[in-house]
């Protein structure tokens, strides 16, 4: 255990009664921010379902400083922002919070533009797998095969492997993380906070609304995504790749659960065909054998 | 003890330099002591961050730039920096400014002063580099000061003092300082550099009215109830208002100190007694001055009234000098398509057309027009008056020494050529 | 609430007045003034969207017989609903509360509770009682 559940604060690390949707993955994720970052922490938001969560002016449901933005401009605001407290000598955390259309998509741009400069912040994407603030329409990280408003008959495309976009960029530190882990996301937080430069984690977050399923298994699905392997936990440290408790286990197929446990809880896969199925299957072990592929040529494996 | 005081105000000469407008700039913004420059280069903006840049790298100024890929992320990022809490700047053109539009909402709604330099320029399609205000213009409802040069020198004492009246408490609201593409930017004139210390002297250290920083769990933007809205808007209105006085009084102050009196928010040339007047804003409203004297010599008295300010609205000032005066001509280098042209509108909402006014267009796109083509549209002008009495044209049209009056019917804008629609033709006939 | 009223406070460089004082470069002086404005600002706050408690459709109710103090519900609230009571159980363990007037009745912490101590129970069946 990287920390003690008992030793840290009775504080509010999430302010009760925002306006996040019950069962939220992105509140627990705000809660695991402020619970590994402590008072550093000054969060960068553009549009998204952050941008609602936090609740009616005159009063915010985070725990930490916010500066919202546009949706297109929040790793350029967090640039800035940076290094203007650098200039004053102040030692904050800025950390971009934004969703996985701010970040793959609309804010792809500001992003590499961000990483490419090694500007010195923290960067996560909370990927909930499709525009969730307005109404779960598809993103470039919808999965293959997942119904959203904008895709009934099911996802044509496959999730963009951001993760390995932005690793290509050849920053110090890129990790996978998932709300159901907290103890691995804390730590990545953590030694992202030790990092200078731009560090990138991306925050598996199943959302009850969009992916059609009971507000009380959230947790409960997103340790499912990771234990059937269609979440990988890793991270990317200088260039080398290591998987993360309990990824690094599963690179054995056979220690996986069978991928069916996860989809069958998720109204989104409903209608998913055989075909469509396979399709996904494929899909995971496609990421499997490209990471198994990296741990091999590190001697890893 | 008075003599100290007087000392004080007296008039300090800086270094006269010749330099393009763009450095103008640059040198404006190493003087304010900006920390963060963002910017993404443009034709004609980029000498702005060229320079910058230079100065950097000799360790003349003391800033970071940061390299960002776009105009988006240019004012996002000096935006970023200023909520931070240093004095921040960047500068863009045309399609630039377009990029970044919905930041220029974003930065004026959260109240924080940052400082950006538009050399304006048309905006496509079809391309094209050259001068035209629909740029800046198009930044006239976004809460942003803009004020618009007439020379270089004007460009760099325009840049320090938007800094200082950005940033006073008063009004806390971003600004532009608008300099004309080409004409001001790429073009050398001489230009008195103040000192260092005099900068200081008129420059405050920053203010703003908060920071987004560890420490105070403070959220800037989040939703916000519709009535809480409507007055937060109604409060920004008030402020621009306000940045009235707060202008004048910094320009009067930067006057004292530089011997350049910036106090009022127009520049009035020999209009008090005139007959006739031009309005306008930018680079050829020097060549209106010309014209202004080659027209007295031929015994019409014209005057030429420059808003050197577009937000704040010179209201005051354009009906003490405008309400009286036989006809008001205003000059317009964009146009509001299927209307007239921006400023001729503002201008003629706040003289309610109670003198005869005449809205000209020209100069669209970077067409060359000098003090004869002003005096030519100063005499067909007063030719209209003089037959009919009064006259009310909110569109007539200059265009190579020719008067387009642009009502509906048939304009002898050139159409596309024969060729080109044969071959359309002929594509079309063939797929039906 | 406006922040108009906030005093104003004056940051310098990191702890050194003296050095913004004796340098005659003023450049990292910085003084937050807030003015007469309406800025949109808010203040980390509970109930920023009001009793959130009245969303709820099921109430989680918590056996302390049951409860072995682990704090899973308490870390995986996405809401911060729940309130360990120190030593308070049965068996002087600490204990699972919850602040009812903002749980939004979600059920995840009766979902990662290894014990089962917590049963969500339908809001119906406390309207009928009282």
């Known amino acids: 255990m990287a920390f003690n559940i008992k030793a840290l604060p009775k504080k509010n690390y999430i302010m009760p009664g925002n306006a996040a949707c019950p069962g939220c993955p992105e509140n627990i994720g705000l809660k695991f921010v402020s619970m590994a970052l402590g008072e550093k922490a000054t969060l960068v938001v553009p549009a998204g379902c952050t941008s609602v969560i936090q609740g009616l002016w005159p009063r915010q449901g985070t725990s930490m400083p916010v500066l919202n933005i546009v949706f297109a401009a929040a790793a350029s605001a967090a640039s800035g922002l940076s290094r203007a407290l650098r200039i004053r000598g102040k030692d904050d955390i800025v950390v971009v919070w934004a969703g996985d259309g701010g970040t793959a998509d609309i804010g792809l741009q500001a992003l590499s533009g961000a990483a490419e400069r090694g500007e010195d912040f923290i960067y996560i994407c909370v990927d909930n797998e499709a525009y969730m603030n307005t109404g779960i329409q598809r993103s470039s990280l919808t999965p293959h095969g997942a119904w959203t408003t904008t895709t009934h008959r099911g996802n044509p495309g496959r999730k963009k492997p951001l993760p390995q976009i932005v690793a290509a960029h050849r920053v110090p530190y890129v990790a996978t993380a998932s709300i159901g882990y907290p103890w691995d996301f804390i730590s990545k937080l953590k030694k992202a906070a030790s990092i200078k430069g731009f560090k990138y984690i991306h925050l598996h977050a199943p959302c009850p609304v969009g992916w059609r399923f009971d507000p009380g298994l959230t947790v409960k699905i997103a340790q499912l995504a990771v234990e059937t392997g269609a979440w990988i936990l890793y991270e990317h440290e200088n260039g080398k790749l290591k998987l993360n408790p309990p990824s690094n286990k599963l690179v054995d197929p056979s220690k996986r659960k069978p991928l069916e446990e996860y989809i069958k809880l998720q109204g989104r896969f409903r209608h998913l065909t055989d075909r469509d199925l396979e399709e996904l299957k494929k899909e995971i072990e496609e990421n499997w054998r490209e990471i198994t592929a990296i741990l091999r040529a590190q001697g890893d494996l | ?432 | 609430m406006r922040l108009s009223s906030r005093k104003p406070r004056k940051s310098l460089l990191p702890g050194d007045t003296a050095l913004a004082d004796s340098s005659p470069s003023r450049k990292d002086e910085l003084v937050v003034e807030p003015g007469d404005h309406f800025y949109p600002l808010s203040i980390a706050a509970p109930g920023s969207m009001g009793r959130t408690g009245s969303w709820r459709i099921q109430r989680p109710v918590v056996d302390a017989e049951k409860c072995i103090g682990c704090y899973l519900c308490w870390l995986y609230c996405p809401d911060n609903t729940i309130i360990m009571r120190e030593k308070a159980g049965p068996r002087g363990q600490d204990v699972a509360s919850i602040d009812y007037e903002y749980c939004k009745g979600c059920g995840i912490c009766a979902n990662v509770c290894p014990v089962n101590a917590i049963e969500m129970v339908d809001e119906s069946k406390f309207i009928s009682q009282s």
């Not at chain 2, 399609?95 to 924080?112: D, F």
């Not at chain 2, 040069?149 to 200082?164: G, I």
């Not at chain 2, 959220?219 to 916000?224: E, F, H, K, L, Q």
Request: hydrophobic share 40%; with cysteine; net charge negative.
């Open chain 2, 1 to 432: 003890m008075a003599l100290e005081a007087e000392e004080k105000t007296r008039v300090r000469r800086g270094t006269i330099v010749p330099m393009r407008g763009n450095e103008a700039v640059a040198y404006a913004v190493k003087l304010s002591r900006a920390r963060v420059v963002a910017a993404y280069p443009i034709t004609p903006q980029t000498i702005i961050v060229e320079k910058i840049d230079e100065l950097i790298s000799k360790g003349e100024m003391d800033a970071e730039m940061i390299h960002v890929e776009s105009e988006h992320s240019a004012l996002a990022a000096t935006y970023g920096a200023a909520v931070g809490g240093v004095r921040a700047f960047t500068a863009t053109s045309s399609h630039g400014l377009m990029y970044m539009y919905e930041v220029l909402w974003w930065v004026a709604g959260s109240r924080v002063p940052v400082v950006m330099a538009v050399v304006t320029r048309a905006i496509g399609a079809p391309w094209n580099i050259h001068v035209e205000h629909s740029d800046i213009l198009s930044t006239r409802d976004t809460g942003w000061l803009v004020a618009m040069a007439e020379n270089n020198q004007e460009a760099l004492d325009l840049t320090v003092m938007m800094f200082r009246v950005t940033e006073d408490p008063r009004v806390y609201l971003p600004g532009i300082v608008g300099l004309d593409g080409f004409i001001l930017s790429h073009t050398v004139e001489p230009v008195e550099v103040p000192d260092q210390e005099l900068v200081d002297e008129f420059l405050p250290p920053r203010r703003q009215p908060y920071t987004i920083e560890s420490g105070a769990p403070i959220a800037m933007g989040n939703i916000i109830p519709d009535e809480a809205f409507e007055e937060h808007r109604m409060d920004m209105h008030e402020s621009m208002r306000e940045a009235r006085r707060v202008i004048e009084e910094a320009g009067r102050e930067y006057g004292k100190l530089t011997g350049r009196d910036y106090s009022g928010l127009v520049e009035c040339y020999k209009c008090s007694d005139a007959d006739y007047l031009f309005v306008g804003i930018g680079s050829w409203m020097g060549d209106a001055k010309i014209a202004v004297d080659a027209l007295r010599e031929k015994g019409l008295r014209f005057g030429a009234l420059r808003l050197r300010w577009i937000r704040p609205f010179p209201w005051d000032e354009l009906r003490e000098y405008g309400l009286e005066k036989k006809a008001v001509i205003v000059l317009d280098r964009s146009i509001s398509f299927g209307y007239a042209g921006p400023v001729f509108l503002e201008v003629s909402s706040a003289l309610e057309a109670k003198p005869s006014m005449v809205g000209v267009l020209a100069g669209v796109g970077g067409v060359d027009v000098n003090y004869e083509d002003i005096v030519k549209i100063a005499e067909h002008v007063v030719s209209l008056v003089e037959e009919k009495g009064r006259v009310y044209v909110p569109a007539l049209w200059y265009h190579l020494g020719e008067f387009y009056p642009m009502k509906p019917g048939p304009l002898p804008t050139r159409k596309t050529p024969r060729h080109v629609n044969k071959l359309l033709e002929e594509l079309w006939s063939k797929k039906s």
